[in-house]
């Protein structure tokens, strides 16, 4: 994670072709799977903080969801708040060897 001037986040997000993503999005899926990944508070100066997750090879930024709009980092208001996301995170991360867990990747969108 990079930080610019004002401490937000400024890490550019990885653009990838049709196939490619397609791939990136079953290695993901796979490396889910393993239930390795681990959710990290990225404190910024300012007092707020963001949420890196890593699973396997790929290190991911939480982001909220603007329709319309391209994806920009989540800034938590407080490093408390960014704390209790990441427990929810890990949880899903890591559900545990019983859970019933499904994974869904809809690649019919990928534009590029």
């Avoid at 993503?21 to 300012?46: F, H, I, M, R, Y």
């Avoid at 949880?91 to 545990?96: H, N």
Wanted: aromatic share 8%.
């Amino acid at each position: 994670v990079r930080r610019g001037d004002d401490g937000l986040p400024t890490t550019r997000f990885h653009e990838a072709g049709r196939p490619e993503a397609s791939l990136l999005a079953t290695n993901l899926g796979k490396a889910l799977v393993v239930g390795t990944g681990t959710a990290q508070v990225e404190p910024a100066p300012d007092g707020r903080a963001w949420l890196r997750a890593e699973i396997g090879p790929f290190a991911l930024i939480a982001c909220a969801r603007q329709a319309g709009e391209a994806y920009r980092p989540l800034v938590f208001g407080s490093v408390a708040e960014a704390r209790q996301a990441a427990a929810a995170l890990e949880a899903v991360l890591r559900p545990g060897a019983d859970a019933d867990c499904q994974l869904y990747f809809n690649t019919q969108h990928f534009t590029r």
